[in-house]
């Protein structure tokens, strides 16, 4: 009788508690508290990376040399999303000057592979692993062009903690040791990745201290020689002649000629915060179109996990993604009408064939006449952020591993299409769609909040989500990236496959059953399961107060922290 008295009344001797708790029970999904800090925070998929990126801050590093400190590590510790084999886009808000910078750092395809050869030689579609995917890798020359404008450290200090783990190891983390071990089948027929990711003959497994040397030196030649030296000297002739000898196209001459783009963010205004995202070829405005039909509608009555925001959602994507299907591609090579795609007059258009009772089954593009990566963010002291996303694309990438460097070369090539008359249909020295886009948003000018979603065709459906948790669900920067997430798969697609059949509405965990009922009566075919939901990392500054808010994905290896 006394232990229940003493229950009953600790609510009332401790209010605070009980509100603590009803902040993470009082919802279907768990939660943690935001990580808070004055002078500077970064939110990586991995802990050490993170650590990496506060031991640059604490050395007077700005974001931007935290970031690509960070990157270098990820590189190393989690091979099977990102590596300097792969492509990298950034938003950089500068401090000094108050703007938004926009980094197309994505490569392009050989010069001398042309669509004529995969046809006579019977391909139907470019295929996802061996030579012929392989675009040129842009993160390297992504690394020194933020650099060379917004870094304050030297090269060497930023790659130094990569090359001293790659050279003494760490310790596999749970979800990375689950990726490689599914890695090892598809990718061990191709030449050095036995070499480099299974020294033992086996992948390593959770809590094994991995090394990869030959990264480290791949990194130490960077750190000494620069950005050429990964696309004029000893590795990028180890790139082609590798390549070559493998079946492959891309060559010397494509690695030397590379450059990455700056270019200007595109944003949209939802309820009073500009969303801001990168042009084309990636998809970021997808995002956008998906907000500006969501504005029409109120959102914050329909409530969160509702029958009625979930299905308008969906509509709204499948809009969105029908677009994204017939326009979005390189703009060096078709006239993508992005101003009129984020236009508000033209999310009105859209937003007139939503049935608010029915699922679509397919609608058709409007009328324009008249996948696994990282995410990173930080910010600094200074008041300068960066969100930072990277890839190999499907994973590790391509399986393509050039001898002794100690990387995989991504295989973004098989987003091409090889259908004709389509802006992504396969060209040489083309950009390839691409799926990775970091976010940013701002408030009356003022930087407001960094973020990102990783995952393939989920970017975008995950970037929506992340705003509307937060402007109109009211959710905290933590919650809004915990928050089970909503994912629909099925779309027509920029290589070319057109939905005829409405898709499939992929429900995490926390969605009640009498939803998933109404839903399914609605004509969507709903499916349980526990992904792909992609991952979140997030930080906030907080005008009044002068702080930082940073938060990461629960549902992976991630850490936000600050100082």
Same mark, same amino acid.
């Given at each position: 009788?006394?232990?229940?008295?003493?229950?009953?009344?600790?609510?009332?001797?401790?209010?605070?508690?009980?509100?603590?708790?009803?902040?993470?029970?009082?919802?279907?999904?768990?939660?943690?508290?935001?990580?808070?800090?004055?002078?500077?925070?970064?939110?990586?998929?991995?802990? $050490?990376?993170?650590?990496?990126?506060?031991?640059?801050?604490?050395?007077?590093?700005?974001?931007?040399?935290?970031?690509?400190?960070?990157?270098?590590?990820?590189?190393?510790?989690?091979?099977?999303?990102?590596?300097?084999?792969?492509?990298?886009?950034?938003?950089?808000?500068?401090?000094?000057?108050?703007?938004?910078?926009? $980094?197309?750092?994505?490569?392009?395809?050989?010069?001398?592979?042309?669509?004529?050869?995969?046809?006579?030689?019977?391909?139907?579609?470019?295929?996802?692993?061996?030579?012929?995917?392989?675009?040129?890798?842009?993160?390297?020359?992504?690394?020194?062009?933020?650099?060379?404008?917004?870094?304050?450290?030297?090269?060497?200090?930023?790659?130094?903690?990569?090359?001293?783990?790659?050279?003494?190891?760490?310790?596999?983390?749970?979800?990375?040791?689950?990726?490689?071990?599914?890695?090892?089948?598809?990718?061990?027929?191709?030449?050095?990745?036995?070499?480099?990711?299974?020294?033992?003959?086996?992948?390593?497994?959770?809590?094994?201290?991995?090394?990869?040397?030959?990264?480290?030196?791949?990194?130490?030649?960077?750190?000494?020689?620069?950005?050429?030296?990964?696309?004029?000297?000893?590795?990028?002739?180890?790139?082609?002649?590798?390549?070559?000898?493998?079946?492959?196209?891309?060559?010397?001459?494509?690695?030397?000629?590379?450059?990455?783009?700056?270019?200007?963010?595109?944003?949209?205004?939802?309820?009073?915060?500009?969303?801001?995202?990168?042009?084309?070829?990636?998809?970021?405005?997808?995002?956008?179109?998906?907000?500006?039909?969501?504005?029409?509608?109120?959102?914050?009555?329909?409530?969160?996990?509702?029958?009625?925001?979930?299905?308008?959602?969906?509509?709204?994507?499948?809009?969105?993604?029908?677009?994204?299907?017939?326009?979005?591609?390189?703009?060096?090579?078709?006239?993508?009408?992005?101003?009129?795609?984020?236009?508000?007059?033209?999310?009105?258009?859209?937003?007139? $064939?939503?049935?608010?009772?029915?699922?679509?089954?397919?609608?058709?593009?409007?009328?324009?006449?008249?996948?696994?990566?990282?995410?990173?963010?930080?910010?600094?002291?200074?008041?300068?952020?960066?969100?930072?996303?990277?890839?190999?694309?499907?994973?590790?990438?391509?399986?393509?591993?050039?001898?002794?460097?100690?990387?995989?070369?991504?295989?973004?090539?098989?987003?091409?299409?090889?259908?004709?008359?389509?802006?992504?249909?396969?060209?040489?020295?083309?950009?390839?769609?691409?799926?990775?886009?970091?976010?940013?948003?701002?408030?009356?000018?003022?930087?407001?909040?960094?973020?990102?979603?990783?995952?393939?065709?989920?970017?975008?459906?995950?970037?929506?989500?992340?705003?509307?948790?937060?402007?109109?669900?009211?959710?905290?920067?933590?919650?809004?990236?915990?928050?089970?997430?909503?994912?629909?798969?099925?779309?027509?697609?920029?290589?070319?496959?057109?939905?005829?059949?409405?898709?499939?509405?992929?429900?995490?965990?926390?969605?009640?059953?009498?939803?998933?009922?109404?839903?399914?009566?609605?004509?969507?075919?709903?499916?349980?399961?526990?992904?792909?939901?992609?991952?979140?990392?997030?930080?906030?500054?907080?005008?009044?107060?002068?702080?930082?808010?940073?938060?990461?994905?629960?549902?992976?290896?991630?850490?936000?922290?600050?100082?």
């Amino acid at each position: 009788m006394q232990k229940k008295c003493i229950l009953f009344i600790l609510p009332l001797l401790f209010p605070v508690l009980l509100i603590a708790q009803d902040r993470i029970t009082g919802h279907n999904f768990a939660t943690r508290s935001e990580v808070i800090a004055q002078n500077g925070m970064a939110a990586t998929s991995h802990p $050490l990376a993170t650590q990496v990126a506060l031991d640059i801050l604490k050395q007077g590093g700005s974001a931007v040399d935290a970031a690509i400190a960070a990157n270098a590590t990820l590189g190393l510790m989690e091979p099977t999303g990102c590596g300097i084999g792969g492509d990298l886009f950034a938003i950089i808000w500068d401090a000094e000057t108050e703007q938004l910078y926009g $980094l197309n750092a994505s490569g392009r395809s050989a010069k001398n592979l042309t669509r004529e050869y995969f046809l006579e030689n019977g391909y139907e579609k470019i295929p996802s692993f061996g030579p012929l995917p392989v675009s040129v890798p842009g993160a390297v020359d992504g690394w020194f062009e933020m650099h060379g404008r917004f870094g304050n450290l030297e090269m060497e200090t930023l790659l130094q903690p990569a090359i001293n783990y790659a050279s003494t190891g760490f310790p596999v983390t749970e979800v990375i040791a689950f990726y490689l071990g599914r890695s090892a089948s598809r990718f061990s027929q191709y030449p050095n990745f036995t070499e480099t990711y299974m020294p033992n003959g086996k992948m390593p497994a959770k809590g094994e201290i991995f090394r990869n040397p030959d990264l480290a030196n791949t990194y130490t030649i960077l750190a000494k020689e620069g950005r050429d030296a990964f696309y004029k000297g000893t590795i990028a002739r180890t790139i082609a002649q590798y390549l070559k000898e493998n079946g492959g196209f891309l060559s010397y001459d494509d690695l030397a000629s590379h450059q990455s783009s700056w270019v200007e963010p595109v944003s949209a205004n939802y309820r009073g915060y500009d969303v801001w995202e990168l042009p084309p070829n990636g998809q970021g405005i997808a995002a956008l179109q998906m907000l500006n039909i969501l504005e029409g509608y109120d959102i914050a009555s329909m409530g969160f996990g509702s029958t009625e925001y979930i299905h308008h959602f969906t509509e709204a994507k499948k809009l969105a993604y029908e677009d994204r299907a017939a326009y979005y591609a390189d703009m060096d090579f078709v006239e993508v009408p992005v101003d009129k795609l984020v236009s508000k007059e033209y999310a009105n258009q859209r937003r007139e $064939l939503i049935n608010p009772d029915r699922a679509a089954r397919r609608y058709e593009a409007g009328d324009m006449s008249g996948p696994n990566t990282i995410y990173l963010t930080v910010a600094d002291k200074d008041g300068n952020m960066v969100s930072l996303i990277q890839s190999n694309y499907r994973g590790m990438g391509s399986g393509m591993t050039p001898t002794g460097l100690g990387f995989m070369l991504q295989d973004r090539g098989e987003s091409f299409t090889l259908k004709t008359g389509k802006p992504n249909t396969y060209e040489p020295g083309k950009r390839p769609f691409h799926t990775i886009i970091p976010g940013f948003i701002t408030k009356d000018g003022k930087p407001y909040m960094s973020f990102g979603v990783m995952g393939g065709d989920m970017q975008p459906q995950g970037h929506a989500q992340i705003v509307i948790n937060m402007i109109d669900f009211g959710m905290n920067l933590q919650e809004a990236g915990d928050a089970p997430r909503i994912y629909h798969s099925g779309s027509s697609e920029p290589t070319g496959e057109i939905m005829t059949d409405g898709g499939t509405l992929m429900l995490e965990s926390g969605f009640d059953y009498k939803t998933i009922r109404e839903l399914v009566l609605k004509g969507h075919t709903v499916q349980w399961t526990v992904g792909p939901y992609g991952g979140y990392q997030a930080i906030k500054w907080d005008e009044v107060n002068k702080v930082w808010f940073g938060a990461s994905e629960s549902r992976k290896d991630g850490q936000a922290a600050g100082y």
